[in-house]
């Protein structure tokens, strides 16, 4: 209503002047159309789509996040693959995540090899996670491409995380 209002009062302004004139049009037939309220949690966003190996998103050590496991709208459980390279003379490699607990859920945490095989994972309830390679879950990685997985503990688990790579050289 209030658009209308609006409308109409500029529109009867502009007829009774000889100069410009303004037209707004408020009508949801508008176009283009407003894109809606931005997403309510930008980490959830955050280097999407990456809900599988082939849509990993590539990270290097200056990579934090944000990032988020959040509730998908047809219900799938998300998952975050990151994509990294492990340059030639690295002696180690540490992945990391951390997320407040219990706010929607627990999070887990696996590296995989160039062919998807888990080389390491850490899937407990503690709110911070790390692997690193080599120690006592995972040998020393070869130069090459790894990837880094975020999943809920439970599919039905979500929670906002920060994660990091180190590369020791």
């Known amino acids: 209503m209030m658009r209308a209002r609006l409308f109409t009062i500029l529109a009867i ?15 949801d037939s508008a176009i283009p159309k407003d894109a809606g309220p931005p997403d309510a949690d930008p980490a959830c966003s955050f280097d999407e789509p990456n809900d599988d190996a082939t849509d990993a998103a590539s990270i290097t050590t200056a990579d934090t996040g944000p ?5 998908k709208p047809d219900g799938a459980p998300d998952l975050d693959f990151y994509r990294f390279e492990v340059p030639d003379m ?13 706010v929607n859920g627990d999070l887990a945490l696996a590296i995989t090899d160039p062919t998807g095989a888990t080389i390491a994972s850490e899937s407990d309830s503690s ?8 120690g006592a879950t995972c040998g020393m990685l070869a130069t090459g491409t790894y990837e880094l997985e975020v999943a809920g503990l439970t599919p039905a ?4 995380y920060t994660f990091s790579l180190t590369l020791g050289m």
């Open 13 to 27: 302004m502009s007829a009774g002047s000889s100069g410009c004139s303004l037209i707004l049009n408020f009508s």
């Open 67 to 71: 990032a988020a496991i959040c509730t």
């Open 90 to 102: 690295t002696a180690t490699v540490t992945v990391q995540i951390v997320y407040q607990p219990a």
């Open 127 to 134: 709110t911070t996670k790390s692997i690193t390679c080599p």
């Open 157 to 160: 688990d979500t929670n906002e």
